[in-house]
Structure formats: C-alpha cells, structure tokens
C-alpha cells in the first residue's frame, strides 16, 4: 500500500488549507481499512485528527471539531482534508495512514495503524 498526500503549506491564522490523500497498490483493500488523518509535531506523538469509518461516518478529534471536515470519495481510496479557521496550535505534519476496520475503536492511535504516508506540512503563522 502506497499513501500519497498532497496539499498542505503555510497559511495565516485564520485561514484554510486543504489536504488530499490517495490511497494506491493492489493490496490496499477498503473492505479491510479505512484512511485517517494524523499529525504530529517534534515534540508530541502523532495523534489522529480525523478519519472516515467504515460506515461512511466521519469522526474528528476534540480540537478540530468544527473547523476540519474530513471527506472521501466513492471508491474508498482518497480521503480529503477540508481545514478552516486554522490556528498556530495546528501546525504540524499531517499524514495520511490505514487503519484495519477492527481497529476501529482506537482508530486515533498510532498502534492501530496499517500503513503511513510520507506526510505533509501544514505551517499556520500567527
């Protein structure tokens, strides 16, 4: 399985930037995983910001509940990254991961991921 993210940069707070994410090689099976967005800065662990699970519903970490949606297409293999109101607290290096589906439960940890993508950098400046 291959993760190829995209987008990403540097933004003023306040603004928006917009994450892509897709999922390649014959392996990667949407009946067996599902795609999340993680993020993690030098000085924290990679923590899970927001996935689709299985049955389409989207789910976000505490922080970003309101300003990120996370979207993906109908074939399962691109996940979308939709981030306003963006804040210094959100700069980090975003990546895109697989989780199996019977990890869903603590799909926000690092454990429970299949594969990572290189990630990208979302710098946000004050």
């Known amino acids: 399985v291959q993760l190829k993210e995209s987008g990403g940069g540097s933004v003023q707070s306040g603004g928006s930037l917009s994450l892509s994410c897709s999922a390649l090689?014959?392996?990667?099976?949407?009946?067996?995983?599902?795609l999340a967005w993680f993020r993690q800065t030098s000085d924290k662990e990679r923590e899970g910001v927001a996935a689709v699970l299985f049955d389409g519903t989207p789910t976000y970490a505490d922080s970003v509940k309101g300003r990120f949606t996370v979207s993906q297409n109908n074939a399962k293999n691109m996940l979308f990254l939709q981030m306003n109101d963006l804040k210094p607290e959100d700069t980090s290096m975003y990546y895109c991961a697989t989780v199996p589906h019977i990890s869903r439960a603590s799909w926000y940890l690092s454990p429970a991921v299949g594969h990572w993508g290189q990630g990208t950098q979302v710098t946000v400046f004050s």
């Open positions: 090689g014959d392996t990667y099976l949407p009946s067996l995983y599902f």
